[in-house]
């Protein structure tokens, strides 16, 4: 069974850094995109971050670029998303993501797989 999980949400002052996590499991994900969406209430989910396959190119959506690192590790089949500088607008569920399109994923929100989600809050 592949799953994603993720881990490392939680509350934090505005200004405040977190990191979360997201183990794969089930499969190898080495040659998948792997990325972030969140979604704040009453809002559509939006994509965050993603990754290419090999970890050397990024993709970030403009409210969270300088403010927000995302990397992997291969032989762990882990993604994470280090948020510094964290603003109220960031509260939200974040969710991890898999596929193997990165047009799929950033442009359609459209992913083969979904982590089940973790709250970030962030309090002003």
């Known amino acids: 069974q592949v799953q994603l999980v993720e881990s490392g949400g939680g509350l934090v002052q505005a200004g405040g850094s977190l990191r979360l996590s997201c183990a794969a499991s089930?499969?190898?994900?080495?040659?998948?995109?792997m990325g972030w969406f969140r979604q704040a209430p009453g809002k559509e989910r939006e994509f965050v971050a993603a990754?290419?396959?090999?970890?050397?190119?990024?993709y970030y959506t403009d409210s969270v670029k300088g403010r927000f690192t995302i990397s992997r590790d291969r032989a762990k089949n882990t993604v994470y998303l280090q948020m510094n500088s964290l603003k109220a607008e960031d509260t939200a569920v974040y969710y991890c993501?898999?596929?193997?399109?990165?047009?799929?994923?950033?442009?359609?929100?459209?992913?083969?797989?979904w982590g089940q989600g973790t709250q970030v809050t962030v309090s002003s």
């Open positions: 993501a898999a596929d193997p399109s990165i047009v799929s994923m950033r442009d359609y929100g459209t992913v083969d797989y």
């Open positions: 089930g499969r190898t994900f080495s040659r998948h995109v």
């Open positions: 990754i290419n396959w090999s970890g050397g190119i990024t």
